[in-house]
């Protein structure tokens, strides 16, 4: 039989004692116009990526020609890898937000504020994709969220702030 052991404590910072860096409250000024800001940078962003992917299907099919219709398996994978690509080197990057979100002065931040990881930046493009397809009236849950809050925004611990 073996002996139950403990593990020592776990070092670094506890974030579930840990209160949100961005109070509506007491800093209202970071949640002004952001809905309606994320509306035109979101905007700004889809012919980004629209571009962008179509740019990577001309290259999959030339690469398609010259492998011998091998590469064209991958005509399935080239929207999600660029759009999923796309959010984790921008938000996750170092201005912590995407080109649109950029233009219109916002920046996303982990609820705790800390940066946003490019794994994390791609979970909540993920999350923010099939909440898109599948449960557009989800994204209505920023109307009455103080912090502006879509609810993949709550599932991946992020929030977005007006720079300003």
């Known amino acids: ?9 776990r070092s670094g910072t506890d974030y579930s004692e840990q209160p949100n860096a961005y109070d509506p409250v007491t800093q209202p000024r970071l ?7 994320r509306i035109v940078a979101f905007i700004v962003d889809a012919i980004i990526i629209l571009v962008l992917t179509t740019v990577a299907y001309v290259v999959v099919g030339l690469l398609g020609i010259l492998t011998l219709g091998l590469a064209w398996l991958l005509f399935g994978l080239v929207f999600p890898a660029v759009g999923l690509g796309y ?43 099939f909440s898109l397809a599948i449960f557009c009236p989800i994204l209505l849950w920023a109307l009455f969220d103080p912090r502006k809050r879509c609810l993949h925004d709550i599932l991946a611990g992020v929030v977005v702030i007006d720079r300003v």
């Open 31 to 37: 949640f002004r116009g952001v809905i309606r800001k």
């Open 1 to 9: 039989m073996t002996d139950q052991k403990t593990f020592p404590p």
């Open 87 to 129: 959010n984790a080197l921008t938000i996750g990057g170092v201005n912590s937000a995407t080109i649109g979100q950029r233009m219109m002065g916002l920046e996303v931040r982990m609820w705790f504020g800390g940066r946003v990881t490019p794994l994390i930046a791609a979970f909540h493009a993920l999350l923010f994709w």
